[in-house]
């Protein structure tokens, strides 16, 4: 082979060496537990509301939620559910999905209302 045909094979090689390894280094998370995961502040939407509130899960199970979207207090029960208590007695929001950034959420009552939660 020529040496022309050598550097284009090389230049060849080295291109795709350096785009395999780059899709590497993404921003790839893998969330933590949904009781770790869900502490802190958050944007709360529904399929039922235009509106977005603004909710904070603190540690201690304690809420900053101005709106009372979830209460009271929360706490992640045995069933991995989201356990929203509020003076009336505890509504439960099953976890449909738990990413670093967005958690989904979903209220069964007269028809399912889902619930998103986006890290701000």
Avoid at 67 to 94: K, M, N, R, V
Wanted: net charge negative; proline share 2%.
């Amino acid at each position: 082979m020529t040496k022309c045909t050598h550097k284009i094979l090389f230049t060849c090689f080295s291109l795709l060496v350096f785009i395999a390894c780059s899709k590497d280094s993404g921003d790839s998370c893998v969330a933590p537990k949904i009781e770790e995961n869900i502490v802190g502040t958050w944007l709360v939407t529904s399929d039922q509301d235009d509106e977005s509130y603004e909710v904070t899960f603190n540690e201690d199970g304690s809420l900053n939620d101005p709106e009372e979207l979830f209460g009271d207090s929360w706490a992640i029960d045995s069933d991995g559910q989201l356990a929203a208590s509020y003076s009336g007695g505890t509504i439960y929001y099953p976890v449909v999905s738990n990413n670093c950034n967005e958690i989904k959420l979903k209220f069964d009552f007269i028809e399912t209302i889902h619930i998103s939660l986006k890290r701000k």
